[in-house]
């Protein structure tokens, strides 16, 4: 679509002007440090104001969740809201970014829908239990192999549809809701949250290569670093932590990739990077802040998973919760654990 098209497009559905318009635009422009084209602005400008530039979405075929595949593009997804994630702030390249997500379900499966930046007014708007329809999103495997859903300018959000009967969606929250428990109780390959203090960190290499245009991790081969869609690349340092969790019933060992690392390391990656290459020990960020990461007290939600090597039960973390205010967790918490027993 022309960019006049768009123009044309917003006019006619909202009460502002072209003069208007294209004052917001070059605001975009501007906000994004000249990264967007005019028409990737008012592509964002006509989501903000919840214009579709869609044309004849209802008539394309949705994707079963169960089906995604990396790479896809173009993709229209429906689903159920069963569970969303606080919006998270971070640094990168010595810019402030913004992360939201949620986790979206068809019947068929369960995905991960990723907002950014501009997208996160739509993601705020959102409720757990909404209908939405995600047309025109991408589909980006993370670090774990998991696929998810990413949101771009180019993508729309449709929220509790007037042509969608929600009776119609077959969808199931068992997969959302973490189950809050005890350490001692924790069993394999279930989804909890638990509470406690950390007792260790392990003093190791603490980063791992990745690609930096796919952000899988890449392997050395005759000493280039080769990524199986990208080939050769010159690869990007992610941060991950392992740590102990003590809650009084039991310890258990955790391990944090991103941003995660981020919130336990107290620092961003760039900045833990920065500390290891000056004193040429990729182990020595840990050693910098060890003393204040002892004790701390953190809510912990993740993956458990049965480590062969040494027959224990770790936490592959999908998200933490620090500087916590204990009345407002653990009613949520109480709230959960009702609301299951109901049901």
Known sequence: ME?????????????????????????????????????????????????????????????????????????????????????????????????????????????????????????????ENDIIKVINAYVKENKFGKLELHVSYRTKVRVNPDDIDPKSINATDKQSKAEFVDIVEIKPDSFVKCFGAIVQVYKKNIFFNVCPQCGKSIKSDEGLSMCSEHGKVSPSRKMFVTFVLDDGTGTIRCTSFGRDAEVIMGMPTIEAIKLADSHEDSTFPVDSIKSKILGKEVFIYGRTSLNTFTNSIEIITSRIVENIDYNVELKRIAEEVEFGDKN
């Open 3 to 127: 960019f006049n098209e768009i123009i044309e497009r917003i006019v006619k559905s909202t009460n502002l002007s072209a003069e208007v318009l294209n004052s917001k635009i070059n605001d975009k422009i501007a906000e994004l440090d000249n990264l967007v084209s005019k028409e990737g602005a008012a592509h964002i400008i006509a989501n903000e104001l919840g214009v579709n530039l869609i044309d004849s979405d209802a008539s394309q075929d949705f994707v079963n969740i169960k089906n995604l595949v990396g790479g896809l593009r173009n993709v229209i997804v429906l689903g159920k809201v069963t569970d969303t994630f606080p919006v998270t702030t971070f640094e990168k390249d010595g810019k402030k970014k913004q992360v939201g997500s949620l986790s979206l379900n068809d019947g068929t499966g369960f995905a991960r829908v990723v907002f950014w930046d501009d997208s996160i007014n739509i993601f705020k708007n959102i409720k």
